[in-house]
């Protein structure tokens, strides 16, 4: 899940796991006056960096084009402030992989201590700039054209981008940051061999499964997609 923003090697994975540096967010969605909804949706916390999930919602489709989310990451600025700690923005963008007709996900990154989150106010502002103008010249002066009217007409119309400051905030509980751990094993038949799956681990990141048994040698015919929870809800791996 989020954990890749990090590079976190495999030590560091279980150090998030163990210390449970993720939190759920259950702050108020703002509504703006064109009907997009931003809702802050979870925190993910190394120590040294936090990454934010944004939810945004359009009452319609055609709102989540490739191009308006690409302009919107780039006239978008993140700020988060963390009690009395502003925190420097690292990276930013729309998930590729979740965007759905009226759905779309960004992921805000901010490095800066934040070892000792739990009852803190947060606050994470977002903005277009203020001089689009002057914006638009700085961009083609570095990459060249923006392929002229098309782009600026798509920038200036675009839905996803803030021309007024929208600003969430909510107060860190880090005791929503649990993890589950349901233990094996957990059997299966596939072409009369059979299957163990050692243990799971739940978390508001993500979903774990430990080695399996009888699974290495069958890599070349078996591959996970995803899980299914018993209310019916089907949840996609995004990687093996």
């Known amino acids: 899940g989020l954990a890749g923003q990090f590079g976190a090697d495999e030590e560091a994975q279980n150090a998030l796991l163990e210390s449970g540096m993720t939190s759920l967010v259950y702050g108020e969605p703002v509504t703006l ?18 990454t934010v999930t944004v939810c945004y919602s359009a009452p319609e489709s055609g709102w ?3 191009d308006n989310r690409i302009w919107a990451t780039n006239f978008t600025f993140a700020q988060l402030t963390i009690g009395d700690r502003d925190l ?26 934040c070892a000792d989150l739990d009852g803190e106010t947060v606050t994470l502002t977002l903005k ?6 002057e914006m638009l010249d700085n961009f083609e002066a570095n990459f060249g054209t923006i392929n002229g009217l098309e782009d600026e007409e798509i920038i200036q119309n675009n839905p ?9 905030s909510w107060t860190l509980d880090m005791s929503t940051a649990i ?3 349901l233990e094996g094993g957990f059997s299966g038949e596939y072409e009369g061999k059979t299957l163990t799956l050692e243990n799971v681990t739940l978390t508001p990141v993500s ?7 009888g699974y290495r040698e069958m890599l070349d015919v078996l591959y996970p997609t995803g899980v299914v929870l ?6 996609r791996f995004n990687s093996g």
Do not use: H, M
């Not at 590729?96 to 960004?106: G, L, P, Q």
């Not at 277009?128 to 103008?133: E, W």
């Open 33 to 50: 006056e064109n009907g997009l909804t931003l809702e802050v949706q979870q925190v993910l916390c190394d120590g040294q960096a936090t």
């Open 64 to 66: 989540f084009t490739w």
């Open 88 to 113: 420097a923005l690292s990276s930013g963008g729309f998930d590729r992989s979740s965007v759905t007709e009226t759905t779309a996900y960004c992921n805000w990154s901010f490095s800066g201590d």
């Open 128 to 133: 277009a700039p203020t001089n689009l103008s």
């Open 160 to 168: 996803l981008i803030l021309w007024e400051p929208v600003t969430l």
């Open 179 to 181: 993890s589950k751990e």
């Open 207 to 213: 979903i774990r499964l430990t080695e399996t048994v």
């Open 230 to 235: 018993t209310d019916g809800t089907e949840i």
